[in-house]
T-cell receptor, first 115, second 117 residues
Framework: AQTVTQSQPEMSVQEAETVTLSCTYD???????LFWYKQPPSRQMILVIR??????QNATENRFSVNFQKAAKSFSLKISDSQLGDTAMYFC????????????FGTGTKLQVIP | GAVVSQHPSRVICKSGTSVKIECRSL??????MFWYRQFPKQSLMLMAT?????????EQGVEKDKFLINHASLTLSTLTVTSAHPEDSSFYIC?????????????FGQGTRLTVV
């Protein structure tokens, strides 16, 4: 079974600053996907960024980037130039590759961007 | 991107009644859908895997007779909470995965906030 751990229940960052959210996971799978999802107060799950485990290059999406360390099973999210709209719950998530798979979520980090 | 639509977004029901939640894939066929439950300030926990044309697979500790899942078509899965009790009050979210060339992505419905009074 897979587990996803987020050790930071809450974090805050000043607007325009950079913040890093931590995530570690455990799996015996060799092929899988890792995600960061954002859940604003509306509670709609929004995909922020994804990483395929077989890719060594870290994924980036505009202000969002990840530090994927496969050997260490670590997958942190860096948000640059933080904006007020980034305030939300952030979930790290894992999904096995191959077919239609469930998503396993971490416990979440509540991020507050301070004006 | 692919769209998953969930309805209703909010529902209030009386104890002892049943409530049906629908999850539709609008622009793709989903042979498999997933139902999650999220308690306040907690993470999403998988309840069951819904398979088109066959019985759902429930996670350990989830009562299959209480949470009835029907996946009768390639675009619709329903979750019925039977004989609802206040402790069933929660946020329920469905998802479906799309297989694309070289990758898979999960899409989520908007969620349903169930309140049992």
């Amino acid at each position: 079974a897979q587990t996803v751990t987020q050790s930071q229940p809450e974090m805050s960052v000043q607007e325009a600053e950079t913040v890093t959210l931590s995530c570690t996971y455990d799996t015996s799978e060799s092929n899988y996907y890792l995600f960061w999802y954002k859940q604003p107060p509306s509670r709609q799950m929004i995909l922020v960024i994804r990483q395929e485990a077989y890719k060594q290059q870290n994924a980036t999406e505009n202000r969002f980037s990840v530090n994927f360390q496969k050997a260490a099973k670590s997958f942190s999210l860096k948000i640059s130039d933080s904006q007020l709209g980034d305030t939300a719950m952030y979930f790290c998530a894992f999904m096995k590759s191959g077919g239609y798979q469930k998503v396993t979520f971490g416990t979440g980090t509540k991020l507050q961007v301070i004006p | 991107g692919a769209v998953v639509s969930q309805h209703p977004s909010r529902v209030i029901c009386k104890s002892g009644t049943s409530v049906k939640i629908e999850c539709r894939s609008l622009d793709f066929q989903a042979t498999t859908m997933f139902w999650y439950r999220q308690f306040p300030k907690q993470s999403l926990m998988l309840m069951a895997t819904s398979n088109e044309g066959s019985k759902a697979t429930y996670e350990q500790g989830v009562e299959k007779d209480k949470f009835l899942i029907n996946h009768a078509s390639l675009t619709l899965s329903t979750l019925t909470v039977t004989s609802a009790h206040p402790e069933d009050s929660s946020f329920y979210i469905c998802s479906a995965s799309v297989l694309r060339t070289g990758s898979t992505e999960a899409f989520f419905g908007q969620g349903t906030r169930l309140t049992v009074v």
